[in-house]
């Protein structure tokens, strides 16, 4: 089946500085790629729609200065959590849509943990 | 607004227990239900689509059904490795799936 990578699985930084997660469709080409974020226990909540070539479309109440999304290729979609902070610690989680299918495939996640 | 309801919000089963999970929804223009399984610290794993009412689909010890209203989720003779979060998601007319808080699901031998 289609495969989502992302990386990395886990960082660590320190409170303000930027960190970068990347998100690859291995086998196949993404024209729409989705970002979630993930607090324990809790659901995923979409924070922004990344298409390929354009703006992403971000959700009420995410910052789209802190969290910058670039899909600058139809296999790979990017998100940079800018000047982090602890509240921004999560469980960072992309999805591609696949094509034709309509289906949604999900990366292994990637967790962020700001000191 | 669209809306997505799981529940229980956990359960534990004894092995081979069957039972079944929930997921109530509310969607202008249901262009699908999605059945995703979490484990601890991994992204969803995709498990079934339903598109329509009456459609019912089947893995190994899983199955999906699909009225108007909610989607069933029936586990039949749980093993341990079924232990998981089993996550429900609608996709309405925006295209966005819309997730519920999931169920979380323990299954002791």
């Not at chain 1, 902070?85 to 034709?100: L, M, N, R, T, V």
């Not at chain 2, 893995?59 to 079924?82: G, M, N, Q, V, Y």
Request: aromatic content about 10%; proline content about 4%.
């Amino acid at each position: 089946g289609a495969v989502v990578s992302q990386h990395p699985s886990r960082v660590i930084c320190k409170s303000g500085t930027s960190v970068k997660i990347e998100c690859r469709s291995l086998d196949f080409q993404a024209t729409t790629m989705f970002w979630y974020r993930q607090f324990p226990k809790q659901s995923l909540m979409l924070m922004a729609t990344s298409n390929e070539g354009s703006k992403a479309t971000y959700e009420q109440g995410v910052e789209k200065d802190k969290f910058l999304i670039n899909h600058a290729s139809l296999t790979l979609s990017t998100l940079t959590v800018t000047s982090a902070h602890p509240e921004d610690s999560s469980f960072y989680i992309c999805s591609a849509k696949g094509q034709g299918t309509g289906e949604l495939f999900f990366g292994e996640g990637s967790r962020l943990t700001v000191l | 607004e669209d809306q997505v309801t799981q529940s229980p919000e956990a359960l534990r089963l004894q092995e081979g227990e069957s039972s079944s999970l929930n997921c109530s929804y509310t969607v202008s223009g249901l262009r699908g239900l999605f059945w995703y399984r979490q484990d601890p610290g991994k992204g969803p794993e995709f498990l079934f689509t339903l598109y329509s009412a009456g459609e019912e689909k089947e893995k190994e010890r899983l199955k999906a059904t699909l009225t108007k209203k909610e989607s069933f989720l029936h586990i039949t003779a749980p093993k341990p490795e079924d232990s998981a979060t089993y996550l429900c998601a609608v996709q309405g007319g925006y295209n966005k799936l819309i997730f519920g808080a999931g169920t979380r699901l323990a299954v002791h031998p």
